[in-house]
C-alpha cells in the first residue's frame, strides 16, 4: 500500500514584505515540493506561491478553499490527495495556519483519517505580540474577536479585564482591521485607568509599531489604528 502523503501548515507573512525576510528556508522547499494546496483565497494564495517560487507552474498546482463559506461536509475530500500519496500544504491569508485561521478544521480531519501533521516555522502576529508586550507569557488566552454588538462588546472588555485580574492572565485579542479604532475607544471608554494595554499593529512591517501603556496614558497619547492589522492585550 502507497504511504499516505503529510498535511503540510505552511505560514504566510503579515504583509506585503518579501517572504524570505520573514520566513525560513523551510517554507520555500515545502512550496517547491507541494502541488495540492488547501487556501482561504486561491488569489493570493497562488500569488503567495509565485513570490516564494518563481519558477513553480501555477498550472500544476490543485487548489481548494476553506473559508467561512465552505461546506463542512467537503472539507474531508481535500485530504484525498494525502490518501494518494501526495503532500498538501495548507496556507492562511496571513500568519499560522489554525492559529485564528479556518485551517484548523481540516487538521481535526487530518488526525482522524491519520495523516501526519507538520506544522512549519513562521510567523505568528499573537506569539509575536505577547513576546514584546511586557506581560505575562506564562499564562495568557486568546479571544479572537470580540461581538459587533457596542453593548456585548462592553461586557466583553470587562470580562477580559476581570479575568485578566483574577488569574495574573495575559488577555489577547484581535478585531477586524477596518473596526480597530472603534474597538480601541471602547476599551479606552470601558477598562480601569490602570488596566495595562498592549497594541501591536503592523507586526514584521516597516510600519510595526508595539506600545504597552496603561489606559490613562493611552487616553493622553492615542494612535491611528484604522486598517492596520493589530492584536490588542489587556492585564491588570
Not at 69 to 76: G, H, L, N
Request: glycine share 6%; net charge positive; charged share 25%.
Amino acid at each position: 500500500m502507497k504511504a499516505k502523503g503529510k498535511l503540510f501548515m505552511i505560514p504566510t507573512t503579515l504583509g506585503e514584505n518579501e517572504p524570505l525576510e520573514v520566513l525560513p528556508i523551510s517554507i520555500k522547499r515545502a512550496i517547491e515540493d507541494i502541488d495540492h494546496y488547501i487556501v482561504e483565497n486561491e488569489k493570493t494564495a497562488r500569488r503567495f506561491i509565485k513570490k516564494i517560487s518563481s519558477k513553480k507552474s501555477q498550472a500544476s498546482l490543485h487548489i481548494e478553499i476553506l473559508n467561512k463559506y465552505t461546506e463542512p461536509q467537503s472539507i474531508p475530500s481535500f485530504l484525498q490527495p494525502c490518501i494518494e500519496g501526495h503532500n498538501v500544504g495548507v496556507l492562511s491569508e496571513a500568519g499560522c495556519p489554525g492559529i485564528a485561521d479556518p485551517g484548523a478544521n481540516v487538521v481535526k480531519i487530518a488526525h482522524e483519517k491519520d495523516i501526519q501533521v507538520v506544522p512549519l516555522v513562521g510567523p505568528s502576529s499573537i506569539l509575536l505580540a505577547l513576546m514584546a508586550s511586557g506581560m505575562n507569557g506564562q499564562s495568557f488566552a486568546f479571544n479572537g474577536y470580540l461581538p459587533i454588538d457596542s453593548n456585548a462588546r462592553k461586557k466583553a472588555i470587562k470580562k477580559m479585564e476581570k479575568t485578566a485580574i483574577d488569574l495574573d492572565q495575559s488577555q489577547i485579542c484581535i478585531e477586524t482591521p477596518y473596526r480597530n479604532d472603534t474597538l480601541f475607544a471602547e476599551m479606552l471608554k470601558t477598562l480601569s485607568s490602570r488596566t495595562l494595554l498592549c497594541i501591536a499593529c503592523d507586526i514584521t512591517l516597516p510600519t510595526e509599531y508595539i506600545a504597552t501603556k496603561t489606559v490613562e496614558t493611552w487616553k493622553k497619547s492615542p494612535v491611528d489604528l484604522h486598517k492596520r492589522p493589530s492584536i490588542f492585550i489587556i492585564q491588570g
